[in-house]
């Protein structure tokens, strides 16, 4: 593997075609979903490690990381370093982060890394422990945000991260149906992406159930991805646990079906399974937005 600094020079170069309109730059949106997993101040101990997830983070122009343990706080600003520390302006990415989530001593946050050209963040919320007249269902709760993206296809869309704990995974992935619900009156947005890691296969939730789970039985709900696509690193496992959701027409027809991506980062820098396994035993599944549609100036 090349150094960090080479791959991200190649990566900025194929991200994709960026055209004028009206004097202004547009490009299409990459959003991402990565489980980190147990990302914390040991892994940030280790320069191929940061290396590697630096340069997944600077494929896309929004990531959810999820899988967040930094007992300190200190470890994913350090990795914000990392990241910004490749462009010349300094501060070429963002980020919001949730409190730390979770029950009893375990905890785990989510954050959103964003590219600040290209999207900001409009509003945030944390969606509380509990609902009136629900139970505590989620063992982390979602933190969704509010994002402006002006120069592509669809210029605000909401974003609701989820982890799921795989024995709870089905209770949970219904109960995301409750969540847009709240979030439609909220913020009175129809257009929103679902994401993240269900743990939504491998036993964890049967094909018997998926009939039971809201989320899947609404036809207005699109999930991109299929029950057998492998999100996971390992050879010996073959599991679709990571999930992309769409709803609202808008939405919809600003996502091209055929953008999803799962990276196998593994193969494309030619990592061996023990080196990927130190980065995630998750790959990054990816979306892309299409840019806007506007008059060429002749």
Request: glycine share 6%; charged share 25%; proline share 4%.
């Amino acid at each position: 593997m090349t150094g960090g600094a080479d791959i991200l020079l190649l990566i900025l170069a194929v991200l994709g075609p960026v055209v004028m309109f009206n004097g202004s730059q547009v490009s299409a949106l990459k959003i991402c979903t990565f489980n980190i997993q147990s990302f914390g101040e040991k892994k940030m101990e280790k320069p191929e490690v940061v290396e590697v997830i630096v340069d997944l983070i600077a494929r896309c122009d929004i990531m959810l990381v999820m899988e967040i343990k930094d007992v300190g706080g200190k470890a994913f600003p350090q990795l914000m370093t990392e990241l910004n520390s490749y462009y010349k302006s300094k501060n070429e990415y963002s980020y919001v982060i949730s409190d730390r989530l979770g029950r009893r001593s375990y905890k785990e946050q989510y954050a959103f890394v964003y590219r600040t050209k290209q999207v900001s963040v409009k509003e945030v919320y944390q969606y509380p422990d509990t609902q009136p007249g629900d139970q505590d269902v989620f063992s982390r709760e979602p933190f969704i945000v509010w994002f402006s993206s002006p120069k592509t296809a669809i210029q605000d869309f909401v974003i609701i991260p989820i982890h799921t704990t795989p024995e709870t995974s089905v209770k949970e992935i219904d109960e995301l149906y409750d969540v847009f619900q709240d979030i439609k009156q909220r913020w009175s947005s129809e257009n929103v992406i679902i994401m993240g890691d269900f743990n939504a296969d491998c036993g964890y939730v049967p094909k018997k159930q998926w009939g039971s789970i809201r989320l899947r039985s609404d036809s207005s709900f699109l999930w991109l991805t299929g029950d057998s696509l492998d999100t996971t690193v390992k050879e010996s496992t073959d599991c679709s646990y990571d999930r992309v959701v769409l709803h609202g027409d808008q939405m919809i027809q600003a996502v091209n079906p055929n953008s999803l991506d799962v990276f196998n980062f593994r193969q494309a820098y030619g990592l061996s399974e023990l080196q990927a396994l130190a980065v995630s035993d998750h790959f990054p599944v990816c979306i892309t937005v299409k840019a806007a549609a506007r008059k060429r100036i002749s």
